[in-house]
């Protein structure tokens, strides 16, 4: 949903995946070298994580078998709330944004099998393989 409402993908690399577990991400304009961090706000996401629906999914209910009567009042909510009520956006500020490089470099990984670009394969123990078959989080 953030790729299509804001041009921002992963593949052109103005979004990027750091795993800090946050609900939060910084919005990168290209073209004017800006940047903009939006993130959940805290109050709205602690009143979320005490709603019924998430008592239930942390009981392991999936989404699609919680009742609407249950989920439909939360997405009303979200539909009606104000943006700063929703998130908090930061001061948007310059930075030196440089784009990175596409590659079609690839290798087998020979652990896996799976094929795997280059800037994703290490070597260990003298073998070319994928983040994950090399023990390494990144």
């Known amino acids: 949903g953030v790729q299509i409402a804001t041009g921002c993908t992963f593949g052109k ?6 795993n800090y ?20 706000n805290p109050e709205f996401q602690k009143q979320a994580m005490g709603s019924q629906f998430a008592t239930l999914r942390r009981q392991g209910v999936e989404p699609k078998d ?13 539909w009606s709330a104000a943006t700063e009520e ?16 596409g590659t079609f470099e690839w290798a ?13 394969l290490r070597t260990v123990q003298s073998k ?3 983040i994950p078959c090399s023990g390494y989080s990144q």
């Open 108 to 120: 087998t990984c020979q652990k896996c099998g799976e094929v795997t670009f280059a800037h994703g």
């Open 13 to 18: 690399g103005n979004i990027e995946r750091l």
């Open 128 to 130: 070319t393989v994928c």
């Open 66 to 78: 919680i009742p609407a009567e249950i989920i439909d009042p939360l997405i009303e909510r979200i």
């Open 21 to 40: 577990s946050k609900n939060a991400i910084t919005l990168i304009d290209t073209k004017g070298n800006r940047a903009v961090r939006v993130s959940l």
């Open 86 to 101: 929703l998130f908090i956006v930061g001061e948007v500020h310059q930075i030196d944004w440089k784009p990175k490089k």
